[in-house]
């Protein structure tokens, strides 16, 4: 069983920015793609950021440039990093560990951005 947890979430005002930590347990991490997912009020949950075992990213259109995605797998985490924060960025953000057809989920972490 993986168990993901979260953290760094907070509140920040627009132009801003935050550091999301994704710490999985297991000894597989390694061949886990990673991803971070976001869910705003009345919207459906969607894919932010992901990173493949080899290192290979790939990120929404709406935080290309501003967000990076990036692993350690010496201490099994996964990592955000969000910069130039919008208001549209408010979201609890999730973090998908996927391997071989199966899932796991943390249990998200509220990024409000507010001035």
């Known amino acids: 069983q993986v168990q993901l947890v979260e953290s760094g979430g907070g509140l920040v005002q627009p132009g801003g920015s935050l550091r999301l930590s994704c710490a999985a347990s297991?000894?597989?991490?390694?061949?886990?793609?990673m991803g971070w997912y976001r869910q705003a009020p009345g919207k459906q949950r969607e894919l932010v950021a992901a990173?493949?075992?080899?290192?290979?990213?790939n990120y929404a259109d709406s935080v290309k440039g501003r967000f990076t995605i990036s692993r350690d797998n010496a201490k099994n985490t996964v990592y955000l990093q969000m910069n130039s924060l919008k208001p549209e960025d408010t979201a609890v953000y999730y973090c998908?560990?996927?391997?071989?057809?199966?899932?796991?989920w943390g249990q998200g972490t509220l990024v409000t951005v507010s001035s």
């Open positions: 998908n560990a996927h391997w071989y057809g199966s899932d796991a």
């Open positions: 297991g000894s597989i991490f390694s061949i886990y793609t």
């Open positions: 990173i493949t075992s080899g290192g290979s990213t």
